[in-house]
Each structure stands twice: as structure tokens, then as C-alpha cells.
């Protein structure tokens, strides 16, 4: 079993920046792939960036350039960098952990460990 715990979210102006963290309990498998999903009001959840445990990273298009996954495997911890935000990255924003890699299927389904959600506010 794998718990995960998000912090890190608030309110900022659009062009603002914020880090998002996400610590890991349990046992993470050697090959494990992390990733951070967000769910705005009335709109479906979706993938953001993943990464592996390689270090190899995806993003989804809107925020590439802008977002940065990383992870501290000594810390077991997952952070998302969140720079040149916009008023449309307002969302709840979620971590998420599967015990395989990022690259063995849909890279943005199929995660059994979810965090409780940390909410991300941009102004315009």
C-alpha cells in the first residue's frame, strides 16, 4: 500500500509561480512511474506530467515549457514546478503512483494510489 500526501497549492496572480510536493509512503517498486493529474470544476480529470523512475518525464501539451516533474528518491518525494501560470491552470491538482513504469501503457491511466488533492488558484 502506498500513501500520498500533496502540499503546496494557494492562490496566485496569473504569471505566478508555485511548487507543488508530494511525499510517498509505502514501497514504491524499482520500476514505478508518478505522475500529477488536476480536475477543474465541471471538466473531466486529466494527466499533467509523469515521470519514471528512470527519471524520464512526459507533459501534456498545455503545459509544456511551463511545468517541471520531479522527484527526490531519497526523500520519496514527487514535486511539480508550476511556472507562467494561467487563470486555465486553475484546478484541484492530485498526485497519483502505479508500480510500473510510465512507458507500459497509457501513460495517464491506470493509478491505484491517489493523494487527497491540493486546490490551485490563478487570477487573472
Known amino acids: 500500500q502506498v500513501q500520498l500526501v500533496e502540499s503546496g497549492g494557494g492562490s496566485v496572480q496569473a504569471g505566478g509561480s508555485l511548487r507543488l510536493s508530494c511525499a510517498a509512503f509505502?514501497?514504491?517498486?524499482?520500476?514505478?512511474?508518478m505522475g500529477w493529474f488536476r480536475q477543474a470544476p465541471g471538466k473531466k480529470r486529466e494527466g499533467v506530467a509523469a515521470?519514471?523512475?528512470?527519471?524520464?518525464?512526459r507533459y501534456v501539451d498545455s503545459v509544456k515549457g511551463r511545468f517541471t516533474i520531479s522527484q527526490d528518491n531519497a526523500k520519496n518525494t514527487l514535486y511539480l514546478q508550476m511556472n507562467s501560470l494561467k487563470p486555465e491552470d486553475t484546478a484541484a491538482y492530485y498526485c497519483?503512483?502505479?508500480?510500473?513504469?510510465?512507458?507500459?501503457?497509457?501513460?495517464?491511466?491506470?493509478?491505484?494510489?491517489w493523494g487527497q488533492g491540493t486546490q490551485v488558484t490563478v487570477s487573472s
Open positions: 515521470i519514471d523512475s528512470d527519471g524520464s518525464t
Open positions: 509505502g514501497y514504491l517498486y524499482s520500476s514505478h512511474c
Open positions: 497519483a503512483a502505479r508500480q510500473w513504469s510510465c512507458g507500459g501503457g497509457d501513460p495517464w491511466s491506470s493509478f491505484p494510489y
